[in-house]
């Protein structure tokens, strides 16, 4: 009888142990699948952070700025109507 108890005790000690490797493991591999996720999520927003800043420079260019302002009546200042403002305290760039 106490072989019986003992066999049974190393049997459910094994397959606990097994139990807990199995799910140590899954744990592991769906880790590293939302890692992998992560990543790709974090490549696509650099992608389009890329494609916004080529976006806002084309949007910017002086060339297509220019026509615009042209038609709206704005243009380019003459030195004497140029005013500088300077906040004190604040640093000159």
Known sequence: MRFFLLAVATIAGLVYSAKERVEERHAGVALGYEIAQAL????????????????RAALLDPTRLEPIARKRGYRVPA???????????????
């Open 79 to 93: 030195p004497d109507q140029v005013v500088v403002v300077t906040v004190e305290g604040a640093r000159a760039p």
């Open 40 to 55: 790709r999520t974090q490549r696509a927003l650099e992608e389009e952070i890329n494609q916004l800043r080529i976006d």
